[in-house]
């Protein structure tokens, strides 16, 4: 199964600052169609997870253009520019490439 | 978009649970959906999947107990819980991926 190792574990942010975090896949996560099935979640306290961007880089509906995926192959990251109260919660990546399917173990963002 | 899980509950280790979601706002035929599970407290658990032409994936850890399907007709997605086990207690979420209903909780235990 590909395993998909987050860092950091935690993350302790000061409002407007910007974040980072890290998607590390034991397998290429290329498709043979060609395309990249890397997704990133959001779950902030007490919610349902949302998704932020899907295909590595692309934005989901309403989803503010602070938040900015990229990577390829093996390795991934997610930026969150200008860090907002609302943004703290729990960071998931998931991945749709290889059966079964596997999230990452989170990232918990913090504001300080 | 509308999801709406149903039929969780608690139930006695070795027994059988079935869980709904109803779907609404988009066309549930031509979409991939997931069940997707977080036991308390700890993070989100990927269990199956089904595609719009009902091929279906399942994670190892369930492969063989649950089963999904999903009924067009009534825009309704299924997780069949069989021979559940104290580690199958979580929250279950299906899923759309851009949508996620609100969960459902099952709880294993004698």
């Known amino acids: 199964d590909v395993v998909l190792t987050q860092t950091p574990v935690s993350l302790s942010v000061t409002l407007g600052d910007q974040a980072s975090i890290s998607c590390r896949s034991s397998q290429s996560l290329e498709y043979s169609d060609g395309y990249t099935y890397l997704e990133w979640y959001l779950q902030k306290p007490g919610q349902s997870p949302q998704l932020l961007i899907y295909e590595v880089s692309n934005r989901f509906s309403g989803v503010p253009d602070r938040f900015i995926g990229s990577g390829s192959g093996t390795d991934f990251t997610l930026k969150i520019s200008r860090v907002e109260p609302e943004d703290l919660g729990v960071y998931y990546c998931f991945q749709a490439t290889h059966d079964p399917f596997t999230f990452g173990s989170g990232t918990k963002l913090e504001i300080k | ?110």
């Not at chain 2, 779907?23 to 199956?48: C, E, N």
């Open chain 2, 1 to 110: 978009v509308q999801l709406v899980e149903s039929g969780g509950g608690l139930v006695q280790p070795g027994k059988s649970l079935k869980l709904s979601c109803s779907a609404s706002g988009f066309t549930f035929s031509s979409y991939g959906m997931h069940w997707i599970r977080q036991a308390p407290g700890k993070g989100l658990d990927w269990v199956a999947y089904i595609s719009s032409s009902s091929g279906t994936v399942y994670a190892d850890a369930v492969k063989g107990r649950f089963t999904i399907s999903r009924d067009n007709a009534k825009n309704t997605l299924y997780l069949q819980l069989n021979s559940l086990k104290s580690e199958d207690t979580a929250i279950y979420y299906c899923a759309e991926m851009g949508y996620w209903g609100q969960g459902v909780m099952v709880t294993v235990s004698s």
